[in-house]
């Protein structure tokens, strides 16, 4: 096993069309891996295989691929003391339909290249991406694509990432020429000039002096540079202030490593990936200043006997510890656990304890990932990403480890899914290959949700957009060979309450012998905003004020559930409860005839009766909608998102084009990508992300309850 200080896990992730695949391709291309670049646009690129991919030009699934790098080099050579880098690199995809793909990828890595377009700079996707860094503290580099293009402009991506990201962006290089022109850059650690020599793919470079019409602004960004990374190092501070010029490039490397694993700062890189410029200096930056699994501090677990923390050093002598964060079957080793390994070594045929099912799995092969191509290799440790084969039941999220040293890693977030679409098969005979396929369709995509509607008994999947369940479905009929009928899409509307009010329920039924006995008063209502804030995951707040045994405690689980249970189907139109709050404070019970059942039954009758004088409200889903079009289209295009109930949240202009921000339900953006091209001739594009759920208008409210009443009796 190589030694981890030789290792870097990173990923790469951005918006839609900011050159992520074309990123990693000629990354496989410059280590070695590949021969040839393959371009997303032919259908060709390596991490792209599945066929909605290649069709589409777009990603769908993250895929990992593992490679070596010589550093340092110089003109495209090793040079004679250069070491040989391992780096898993995770491919992620720009869609928000396809976020959970992001999501875990950020929870195993140890950090990040976040790329942005050097002409649209920071998009929304790209600040959906940011945040999703910050919640597991991953350090990233910025590289600026797109150099080439007309309107590029380098500085003005520092300046957004700054402003719009919060993030301290700080240029390493600044760029020689840009859209056709752009030729090379000037390296402000070095304050040399670099020059691509074209017809080389980048490989070979010449050093020359910094241009003349750059050497005011390359002293400037200079001493922005180190004067953001002197805190990291006194001496680095002392000759800042005595002389700047005496600050050495090793003292410049290690102050940036330390600031950039601290997240204090983000260097910016820039470059053409499709034109092969900057690419090989971004992996040199990736060697320099992300850190390697040493410099990330042990991993924080629980260990479920005692409830205390518990840490796991990157270290193969530690108990083994790992996190699986992807299923993915495949048609000729079935069902593959993507897996990070924290601590610990695990050889191919062992057995490993999985704590969310507390079963021991045999682990009978491992693979060291390249996109869908697999190479099986002995035994894995600490710090690296592999694949295991044999399992039985590990699902996302699942952490594997030593049944002797029990650990249990903190989960991932898991977003709510927005939309809903009913299915059924085109064919009696293919009911079960249906129900086989949506099995292992949610396996892989723990965002996909499935549930049988009581009153239609139609299948109803839940995703996270109409692209996300146009894949999924179009998968169904590839892989699957299943062929399906498909309803319109349907918005997923939740429920909640406005009011608090204190409830009795007694459940009481006689029948001769044992009978049933339960009787609960509670107060209901909203959740507190504060236990909300303490709590985002979670929908339903309990609290147990039950004094003196007037209940005894072993009832007080199934009152518990029975409410939450009852969650599922709200009062107004059967849809989920959003958040809910319960506080139990008295009640009584039959010494004979009350039992769980009893309790949990009378839960839900209360739940059905409090709910009513609650005032229940619809909730519809927001979404954030970012679209960029030309002036002449300014008015239509706003126009149409004020009569669809958008609110707008701002304008600006980007490279000729204006940009506009608004709020628009969900229900009002089927089909918008269609009425926009017609709106604006095509020239014009949006993009869409779920933000949150707001009380629905009344008369949309009373439309969508009558809909479902209607529905309803239509089925009866």
Same mark, same amino acid.
């Given at each position: 096993? $190589?030694?981890?200080?030789?290792?870097?896990?990173?990923?790469?992730?951005?918006?839609?069309?900011?050159?992520?695949?074309?990123?990693?391709?000629?990354?496989?291309?410059?280590?070695?891996?590949?021969?040839?670049?393959?371009?997303?646009?032919?259908?060709?690129?390596?991490?792209?295989?599945?066929?909605?991919?290649?069709?589409?030009?777009?990603?769908?699934?993250?895929?990992?691929?593992?490679?070596?790098?010589?550093?340092?080099?110089?003109?495209?050579?090793a040079i004679a003391d250069s070491k040989k880098y391992k780096f898993n690199?995770?491919?992620?995809?720009?869609?928000?339909?396809?976020?959970?793909?992001?999501?875990?990828?950020?929870?195993?890595?140890?950090?990040?290249?976040?790329?942005?377009?050097?002409?649209?700079?920071?998009?929304?996707?790209?600040?959906?991406?940011?945040?999703?860094?910050?919640?597991?503290?991953?350090?990233?580099?910025?590289?600026?694509?797109?150099?080439?293009?007309?309107?590029?402009?380098?500085?003005?991506?520092?300046?957004?990432?700054?402003?719009?990201?919060?993030?301290?962006?700080?240029?390493?290089?600044?760029?020689?020429?840009?859209?056709?022109?752009?030729?090379?850059?000037?390296?402000?650690?070095?304050?040399?000039?670099?020059?691509?020599?074209?017809?080389?793919?980048?490989?070979?470079?010449?050093?020359?002096?910094?241009?003349?019409?750059?050497?005011?602004?390359?002293?400037?960004?200079?001493?922005?540079?180190?004067?953001?990374?002197?805190?990291?190092?006194?001496?680095?501070?002392?000759?800042?202030?005595?002389?700047?010029?005496?600050?050495?490039?090793?003292?410049?490397?290690?102050?940036?490593?330390?600031?950039? #694993?601290?997240?204090?700062?983000?260097?910016?890189?820039?470059?053409?990936? *499709?034109?092969?410029?900057?690419?090989?200096?971004?992996?040199?930056?990736?060697?320099?200043?992300?850190?390697?699994?040493?410099?990330?501090?042990?991993?924080?677990?629980?260990?479920?006997?005692?409830?205390?923390?518990?840490?796991?050093?990157?270290?193969?002598?530690?108990?083994?510890?790992?996190?699986?964060?992807?299923?993915?079957?495949?048609?000729?080793?079935?069902?593959?656990?993507?897996?990070?390994?924290?601590?610990?070594?695990?050889?191919?045929?062992?057995?490993?304890?999985?704590?969310?099912?507390?079963?021991?799995?045999?682990?009978?092969?491992?693979?060291?990932? *390249?996109?869908?191509?697999?190479?099986?290799?002995?035994?894995?440790?600490?710090?690296?990403?592999?694949?295991?084969?044999?399992? !039985?039941?590990? !699902?996302?999220?699942?952490?594997?480890?030593?049944?002797?040293?029990?650990?249990?890693?903190?989960?991932?977030?898991?977003?709510?899914?927005?939309?809903?679409?009913?299915?059924?098969? !085109?064919?009696?005979?293919?009911?079960?290959?249906?129900?086989?396929?949506?099995?292992?369709?949610?396996?892989?995509?723990?965002?996909?949700?499935?549930?049988?509607?009581?009153?239609?008994?139609?299948?109803?999947?839940?995703?996270?957009?109409?692209?996300?369940?146009?894949?999924?479905?179009?998968?169904?009929? /590839?892989?699957?060979?299943?062929?399906?009928?498909?309803?319109?899409?349907?918005?997923?509307?939740?429920?909640?309450?406005?009011?608090? #009010?204190?409830?009795?329920?007694?459940?009481?039924?006689?029948?001769?012998?044992?009978?049933?006995?339960?009787?609960?008063?509670?107060?209901?209502?909203?959740?507190?905003?504060?236990?909300?804030?303490?709590?985002?995951?979670?929908?339903?707040?309990?609290?147990?004020?039950?004094?003196?045994? $007037?209940?005894?405690?072993? *009832?007080?689980?199934?009152?518990?559930?029975?409410?939450?249970?009852?969650?599922?189907?709200?009062?107004?139109?059967?849809?989920?409860?959003?958040?809910?709050?319960?506080?139990? *404070?008295?009640?009584?019970?039959?010494?004979?005839?009350?039992?769980?059942?009893?309790?949990?039954?009378?839960?839900?009758?209360?739940?059905?009766?409090?709910?009513?004088?609650?005032?229940?409200?619809?909730?519809?889903? #927001?979404?954030?909608?970012?679209?960029?079009?030309?002036?002449?289209?300014?008015?239509?295009?706003?126009g149409d998102l004020n009569r669809r109930r958008g609110m707008l949240e701002?304008?600006?202009?980007?490279?000729?084009?204006?940009?506009?921000?608004?709020?628009?339900?969900?229900?009002?953006?089927?089909?918008?990508?269609?009425?926009?091209?017609?709106?604006? $001739?095509? /020239?014009?594009? $949006?993009?869409?992300?779920?933000?949150?759920?707001?009380?629905?208008?009344?008369?949309?409210?009373?439309?969508?309850?009558?809909?479902?009443?209607? !529905?309803?009796?239509?089925?009866?």
């Open positions: 096993m $190589s030694d981890l200080l030789l290792q870097r896990n990173f990923g790469i992730a951005a918006h839609i069309d900011a050159g992520k695949t074309t990123c990693t391709e000629r990354i496989l291309y410059y280590t070695g891996v590949s021969h040839k670049i393959g371009e997303v646009h032919d259908g060709a690129a390596t991490t792209d295989w599945m066929e909605q991919e290649k069709e589409r030009g777009i990603t769908i699934t993250s895929a990992a691929v593992t490679c070596f790098w010589n550093f340092p080099t110089t003109q495209g050579k690199i995770i491919d992620t995809p720009g869609h928000v339909d396809f976020t959970v793909e992001v999501e875990r990828s950020m929870r195993v890595l140890d950090g990040l290249v976040a790329l942005f377009s050097a002409v649209d700079g920071v998009e929304p996707q790209s600040e959906t991406v940011w945040r999703q860094a910050n919640r597991y503290n991953v350090p990233r580099l910025g590289f600026v694509n797109k150099m080439d293009r007309a309107g590029a402009d380098f500085l003005m991506v520092v300046k957004q990432v700054r402003e719009m990201l919060g993030a301290k962006s700080v240029p390493l290089q600044l760029p020689i020429g840009a859209e056709d022109d752009f030729r090379g850059v000037v390296d402000l650690i070095t304050m040399k000039g670099i020059i691509w020599e074209e017809g080389s793919m980048g490989a070979t470079y010449a050093e020359v002096p910094v241009p003349d019409d750059l050497k005011e602004e390359a002293e400037y960004w200079r001493a922005q540079l180190v004067e953001a990374v002197a805190e990291y190092d006194d001496k680095l501070m002392e000759k800042f202030f005595d002389d700047p010029a005496s600050i050495t490039e090793d003292e410049m490397h290690v102050a940036i490593r330390k600031a950039t #694993i601290d997240m204090s700062i983000v260097p910016m890189l820039c470059g053409s990936a *499709f034109k092969n410029k900057g690419v090989q200096t971004m992996l040199d930056c990736v060697v320099r200043y992300l850190p390697s699994p040493l410099d990330i501090e042990s991993v924080k677990g629980i260990n479920p006997d005692t409830g205390e923390e518990v840490f796991r050093r990157p270290d193969a002598k530690e108990p083994f510890a790992a996190l699986a964060f992807k299923i993915m079957t495949d048609p000729f080793v079935g069902r593959l656990a993507f897996f990070r390994c924290y601590s610990g070594h695990l050889d191919a045929g062992s057995y490993v304890k999985n704590m969310r099912s507390g079963k021991n799995e045999r682990i009978s092969r491992i693979m060291q990932m *390249f996109a869908n191509k697999q190479n099986p290799i002995e035994f894995i440790e600490a710090g690296d990403i592999g694949a295991a084969v044999g399992f !039985k039941e590990i !699902k996302t999220g699942d952490t594997l480890c030593d049944e002797k040293h029990p650990i249990v890693l903190e989960n991932m977030f898991i977003p709510e899914p927005v939309i809903s679409l009913a299915i059924e098969p !085109k064919a009696q005979a293919d009911v079960d290959r249906m129900g086989m396929a949506i099995a292992k369709l949610i396996e892989e995509d723990p965002t996909l949700r499935v549930k049988t509607d009581d009153e239609t008994g139609q299948t109803v999947l839940s995703g996270m957009g109409e692209l996300h369940l146009e894949i999924i479905v179009d998968r169904m009929r /590839r892989e699957f060979k299943v062929e399906v009928n498909q309803g319109a899409p349907q918005v997923a509307y939740k429920e909640a309450f406005n009011a608090t #009010i204190e409830h009795r329920e007694v459940l009481k039924k006689q029948t001769g012998g044992r009978g049933k006995f339960a009787d609960i008063v509670f107060e209901f209502g909203p959740a507190d905003p504060e236990w909300l804030e303490a709590n985002p995951k979670e929908a339903f707040q309990f609290i147990n004020d039950i004094f003196g045994g $007037s209940i005894p405690r072993e *009832f007080v689980q199934p009152i518990q559930k029975g409410f939450l249970n009852s969650m599922n189907t709200g009062v107004l139109a059967s849809y989920p409860v959003n958040n809910m709050k319960v506080r139990v *404070f008295d009640g009584s019970f039959h010494a004979v005839d009350s039992d769980g059942m009893s309790f949990e039954l009378c839960a839900r009758q209360g739940f059905r009766e409090a709910a009513r004088k609650a005032k229940p409200i619809l909730l519809e889903p #927001i979404m954030k909608v970012e679209v960029v079009t030309p002036d002449q289209y300014m008015g239509d295009v706003t701002g304008m600006d202009s980007r490279n000729n084009a204006q940009v506009i921000r608004a709020k628009v339900p969900l229900s009002e953006m089927f089909g918008y990508v269609t009425q926009l091209r017609s709106l604006s $001739s095509g /020239r014009a594009t $949006s993009t869409m992300e779920f933000s949150h759920y707001n009380p629905a208008p009344n008369n949309i409210a009373e439309e969508v309850i009558a809909k479902q009443k209607g !529905k309803q009796k239509s089925d009866d």
